[in-house]
């Protein structure tokens, strides 16, 4: 019998993500000093198929139901991983947060801005309820090590923050249409809702709000197949490149943040890059282990170091320092963030890095909707925190 203290989740969404959580707990011997573990011990979803994936894997799960809300009701359950189509957020996540269970909810938290707004009075009616979003790839070493440089103030004056993620399997005009293609279900965001947590994660945790951004977004591919031999229009937002102006305190500089589903050749590349005047830091996933920094001063010379990232993550693993990274890694890393702070309140969690905040989920859709406005005005979108 495990002497960490167990958290009892209900998953509702068993696709892609659900599978991933229960994969992370499959695995949760991987961290070495954590004293906390979730359990899950319910499961939901319409798609039988979807949740028997659980019900056959998954030998702790008791409950097995298409209806939300039987878990809302379980008085066995203490926390909710929610991972549906965005047009379901809103109302299934106030529903999880009204029922007092503690969530972790996939981005964008809503599909628009009106419906994060609704997620946001939930939470400010249910202060005892730990929300929080998804987002794992600040959790790569190379990212927690830019992050602490940042922390450290070693960059000088920032001369500019270049953040981004970028897929590429719709480059294939013959890729089937899924709800990630649709307006209806994914959102007007398109792109943005689905890439761009990820991507402003980390500068929104520095503190980088822009003061305004500027949008170029675009449509690549106008439709696609349904996978019944007709073509259907496909009218979401492939790529976004969002120019944006960062004042701070001490600092200001342009921030390019870019978020694309056709980027010819990358497959899931996430990555930051931060230049300055006195350091410069470069990471990407595409090169997990990869760790790029310039340091300079005056008269110096301009040489990049390249080193390779020992296997140093948030919370100590099992895994040797000299062994690669990987995204699962970083979902395992998510997960124990987020346990952590239900555990032990984020004053007292073991390492600094918690997961995405509500607030900071907030300050995405307000980014999204003035890009959406951008584009259609083609002009400049001034934006307060
Ligand atoms: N963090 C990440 O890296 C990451 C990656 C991919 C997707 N996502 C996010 O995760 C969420 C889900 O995406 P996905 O790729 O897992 O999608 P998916 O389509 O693979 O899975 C969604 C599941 O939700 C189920 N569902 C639909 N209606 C439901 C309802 N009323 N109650 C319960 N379940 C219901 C579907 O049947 C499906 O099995 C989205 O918000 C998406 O943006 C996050």
Redesign the pocket.
């Known amino acids: 019998m495990s002497k960490r203290k167990q958290i009892r989740f209900g998953v509702?969404?068993?696709?892609?993500?659900?599978?991933?959580f229960a994969s992370a707990i499959g695995r949760w011997c991987h961290l070495a000093t954590t004293d906390v573990e979730p359990v899950i011990t319910a499961v939901?979803?319409?798609?039988e198929q979807?949740?028997a994936w659980f019900s056959d894997r998954v030998p702790t799960v008791k409950r097995v139901t298409?209806?939300?809300q039987d878990l809302l009701q379980d008085s066995e359950i203490d926390a909710i991983y929610?991972?549906?189509?965005?047009n379901?957020?809103a109302r299934?996540y106030v529903d999880i947060i009204n029922a007092g269970k503690h969530l972790l909810?996939?981005?964008?938290f809503g599909i628009d801005q009106a419906a994060n707004d609704q997620i946001n009075q939930a939470i400010a009616a249910n202060p005892d309820v730990l929300v929080r979003c998804?987002?794992?790839?600040p959790f790569f070493p190379g990212a927690l090590q830019i992050i602490k440089w940042i922390q450290e103030g070693r960059f000088g004056k920032i001369i500019e923050v270049d953040a981004g993620f970028w897929h590429s399997s719709d480059l294939d005009p013959n890729k089937a249409i899924?709800?990630?293609r649709m307006i209806d279900i994914?959102g007007e965001y398109g792109c943005m809702?689905?890439l761009g947590?990820?991507a402003l994660h980390v500068p929104l945790r520095m503190g980088w709000f822009p003061r305004n951004v500027r949008a170029l977004l675009s449509n690549i591919i106008k439709e696609r197949p349904n996978g019944k031999g007709e073509k259907v229009p496909c009218e979401t937002w492939d790529n976004a490149i969002l120019a944006c102006e960062v004042q701070t305190n001490d600092q200001e500089f342009p921030m390019v943040i870019s978020t694309k589903r056709i980027a010819p050749g990358h497959a899931n590349t996430w990555y930051l890059n931060v230049y300055g005047t006195e350091f410069s830091a470069r990471f990407s996933t595409q090169t997990p282990k990869q760790l790029a920094s310039l340091p300079y001063s005056s008269g110096q010379p301009q040489s990049w170091h390249v080193q390779d990232v020992p296997h140093v993550s948030a919370y100590p693993v099992i895994t040797g320092g000299i062994f690669e990274f990987g995204?699962s890694d970083s979902?395992l890393q998510?997960w124990a963030a987020f346990c952590d702070e239900l555990a032990h309140g984020k004053a007292g969690m073991s390492q600094p890095f918690h997961c995405a905040t509500p607030e900071e989920a907030a300050q995405t859709h307000q980014i999204f909707t003035a890009a959406l406005q951008s584009q259609r005005e083609q002009s400049t979108i001034s934006l307060q925190n």
């Open positions: 509702i969404g068993c696709g892609l993500m659900g599978k991933e939901c979803d319409p798609n979807a949740a298409g209806n939300y929610c991972a549906v189509p965005h379901l957020h299934i909810g996939e981005k964008p998804s987002s794992e790839l899924n709800w990630k994914n809702g689905d947590m990820h995204f979902i998510m």
